[in-house]
């Protein structure tokens, strides 16, 4: 079997349910088949923590991909697919009111690190029924990206990242559970392909 692994983050600013976690814990419900053995966990909207946290993931349990999820308070009925994390220009404070040193990820990493999840292909192959969903390559430079470019590095690339809209009456957790299942599906069939 193979693993993988996902994040959600938890509170932050004025959103005391934090959509991403909702979503990754529905997702965990439901499941990816028999032969993904599927671990979740949520990363504090904290710069210095959520890395601790995303090199231990990869040290220690080595997924085949790991997928963070977190929440674009703009988007109101939009899943966005992050192709590559960026390195620098982390100004904004975080929960605990601290920016990275340097305002950069790893210090000498590369500039950017695109995932090894051609989210392109992916975009054009998937639908999901009450969604819109669009390609980005800019995550933001905040803790989602912050996050994310940690986890390119330590894993080599095998990582991707999906920001979901805040909850609300149409967008409900069970709805961004299942769509990230098909999002998901047709990811680790990419890696399945790579593998090959």
Not at 110 to 118: A, D, H, L, V
Not at 127 to 141: F, K, N, P, Y
Not at 143 to 158: A, P
Request: charged share 20%; proline share 4%.
């Amino acid at each position: 079997t193979f693993l993988s692994f996902f994040s959600g983050f938890g509170p932050f600013r004025q959103y005391l349910v934090n959509s991403s976690w909702e979503a990754v814990k529905e997702l965990s419900k439901r499941g990816l088949g028999e032969n993904i053995d599927l671990r979740i966990m949520q990363l504090p909207a904290v710069y210095q923590k959520a890395k601790e946290q995303v090199c231990k993931i990869w040290t220690t349990l080595q997924p085949l991909l790991a997928v963070h999820v977190g929440l674009a308070s703009s988007a109101t009925a939009l899943l966005i697919l992050e192709q590559c994390g960026k390195n620098k220009g982390y100004q904004e404070r975080d929960a605990c009111g601290f920016h990275p040193e340097g305002a950069c990820c790893v210090l000498d990493g590369p500039e950017k690190i695109e995932s090894t999840i051609n989210m392109k292909t992916l975009w054009k192959n998937i639908s999901v029924e009450g969604i819109d969903i669009i390609l980005s390559r800019d995550a933001g430079r905040y803790i989602c990206d912050y996050t994310y470019y940690t986890s390119l590095y330590y894993g080599k690339g095998r990582a991707a990242f999906i920001h979901v809209p805040p909850l609300s009456q149409s967008v409900t957790a069970e709805f961004l559970g299942k769509a990230l299942q098909t999002i998901i599906l047709a990811m680790l069939e990419q890696c399945g392909e790579q593998r090959e």
